[in-house]
């Protein structure tokens, strides 16, 4: 066991330890899991925020951790093509006086995307960590995965990439006396919102390099959408975005869906490919980097 | 805010500022929320063990932490009268040794108990800290809850208490080169079974205040079920025994169903009474001690 082994392979072994699902169901290697139930199925996930790693207490407030540990798992969810229905929360390390923040964060992300908080736990600890788990539905006729992309298939992605990560950059420098940062970059990274696939939290290069992984199919990226006042770098690798990335074979098709129902369209970026090994953006490698967690 | 605030205000606090369940649902209050599905009522729980807190690496291994923190949460719904379906778990700060022991102990409660691990986060983290949120079914007609006890009620334990606090207590007198403790009583602490209400996984002090509490009646305890091994405070405040205790009209029917069902018949231990202040243990006051958190 390598010291430094990553997030994924460490996943892939707690996988094959664990039992196989039954057929029509998805466990663990989504971010989301799909099980059946007497009336559906039912979507869960679970995601943690560790102070620290995830948000640093100098830079946001208690508030912003609830409104954050809440918003990337209805972002999970969400990648699927679901709803969100019911999330419960365990809190480990906080203050007293954290409490009354981190609960009014939660309260406004469960009213922001209709996921009331329906228990959970509170316990010492060493340090903050918000472990929120949830639940969803699926009303699309099904989840919407990963493993679905197909050679031909158009990718797209619903919003420009990089604006938390230049607005992580930004509160840094603002603490260290730099003149302020745009507010709509810094309220990115403090209040990310999700989306209604697989959503960009940990950066489109690692992100697409999952989505082709588990379809066997090549990626081709002919843009990199690189929001206002963020870099390239920021877009590609930067993470906690929470927006969407998907194939879709008709592109004409997914542009009318999206206005038709009056959202935002999203952006064509690139090709899936027949070769599982390709991953390339322009005629550069396109690297899976990105936010993939080193085990200590 | 007072810095020494328990779990139990903090809680509480928490609850006033989230949305309030609709009628017929239970959301934060009790350990496992019930929430209506279109195919009956779902249950939901969540539980978390922290390192330095929950349990000590020195004295029980990673499997043991696996085990520990699923076992854990089925035991918050089968104080409900629930069977678990489906677990997600959320592993903060394992270092990658960690990862194929927490796994095994998570496989072997998964089998144990039937019920799978089919998602969950991995990340990196200053402290350990394994996270359970659990779905479960009631198959009994209806949630058990610990608000439905009414005076006049005995009151039942599932099994003597104890013998967790026992076994830790031998755990680490071992570690200072004492002799060796009764496995069983290590065993209950290392590998606590979830039974099938309320569980004493806080204390019977506690767990007993919280009943009555919740329904508004008095408890008189007339017994104390000490394990063999074990001491009455132990019993009393040790928690972590994850035997069941609760509330019952009428006990000869009680007893009848459990031996009709092939269990071990439950032990009396008291009674319910009108008046809501009301908590003894014969002629001494039952002090609600045990295991609550303090906030940092």
Same mark, same amino acid.
């Given at each position: 066991v390598?010291?430094s082994?990553?997030? @994924?392979?460490?996943?892939?072994?707690?996988r094959?330890?664990?039992p196989q699902p039954?057929?029509g169901?998805?466990?663990?290697?989504?971010d989301?899991?799909?099980?059946?139930?007497?009336?559906?199925?039912?979507? %869960?996930?679970a995601?943690?925020?560790?102070?620290?790693?995830?948000f640093?207490l100098? %830079?946001?407030?208690?508030a912003?951790?609830?409104?954050?540990?809440?918003?990337?798992?209805?972002s999970d969810?969400?990648?699927m093509?679901?709803e &969100? %229905?019911?999330?419960?929360v365990?809190?480990?390390?906080?203050?007293?006086?954290?409490i009354?923040?981190?609960?009014?964060?939660?309260?406004?992300?469960?009213?922001?995307?209709?996921?009331? /908080?329906v228990?959970?736990?509170?316990?010492?600890? &060493?340090c903050? /960590?918000?472990s929120?788990?949830?639940?969803?539905?699926?009303? #699309?006729?099904g989840?919407?995965?990963?493993s679905?992309?197909?050679p031909g298939?158009?990718? !797209?992605?619903?919003g420009?990439?990089?604006?938390s990560?230049?607005?992580?950059r930004?509160?840094?420098?603002e603490?260290?006396?730099?003149?302020?940062t745009?507010?709509? #970059? /810094?309220?990115?990274?403090?209040r990310?919102?999700?989306?209604?696939?697989?959503?960009?939290?940990?950066?489109?290069? @690692?992100?697409?390099?999952?989505?082709?992984?588990?379809?066997?199919v090549?990626?081709? %990226?002919?843009?990199?959408?690189?929001?206002d006042g963020?870099?390239?770098?920021?877009?590609?690798?930067g993470?906690?975005?929470?927006?969407?990335? !998907?194939a879709?074979?008709?592109?004409?098709?997914?542009?009318a869906? !999206?206005?038709?129902?009056?959202?935002?369209?999203p952006?064509? @970026?690139?090709?899936c490919?027949?070769? &599982?090994?390709?991953?390339?953006?322009?005629?550069e490698?396109l690297?899976?980097?990105?936010?993939?967690?080193? #085990?200590?």
């Open positions: 390598s010291s082994e990553g997030e @994924i392979a460490a996943i892939e072994r707690i094959l330890v664990l039954p057929r169901e998805i466990w663990i290697g989504d989301t899991a799909v099980v059946a139930g007497p009336a559906g199925s039912l979507l %869960l996930a995601d943690a925020v560790v102070e620290g790693v995830h640093d100098d %830079l946001v407030d208690t912003d951790v609830g409104w954050k540990a809440l918003a990337v798992n209805v969810v969400a990648a093509g679901g &969100p %229905l019911h999330a419960l365990t809190v480990v390390g906080a203050a007293a006086s954290m009354d923040g981190l609960a009014r964060g939660l309260a406004e992300a469960s009213a922001a995307y209709r996921c009331p /908080v228990g959970g736990d509170l316990s010492a600890g &060493p903050l /960590v918000v929120v788990a949830i639940t969803g539905a699926c009303d #699309l006729g989840a919407v995965l990963r679905n992309a197909r298939d158009s990718l !797209f992605v619903t420009p990439l990089g604006r990560a230049a607005g992580l930004g509160l840094r420098s603490s260290e006396g730099a003149h302020a745009q507010p709509d #970059l /810094v309220a990115a990274y403090r990310p919102s999700a989306s209604a696939m697989i959503d960009v939290s940990d950066g489109l290069g @690692i992100d697409l390099d999952r989505l082709a992984g588990a379809s066997g090549g990626v081709v %990226l002919e843009l990199v959408p690189v929001a963020a870099t390239r770098e920021d877009a590609l690798g993470g906690e975005d929470y927006e969407l990335v !998907f879709a074979s008709d592109p004409q098709a997914v542009v869906a !999206f206005s038709a129902a009056g959202l935002r369209p952006i064509r @970026i690139g090709l490919v027949e070769d &599982p090994a390709t991953r390339r953006v322009g005629d490698t690297e899976a980097s990105g936010w993939e967690h080193r #085990l200590r």
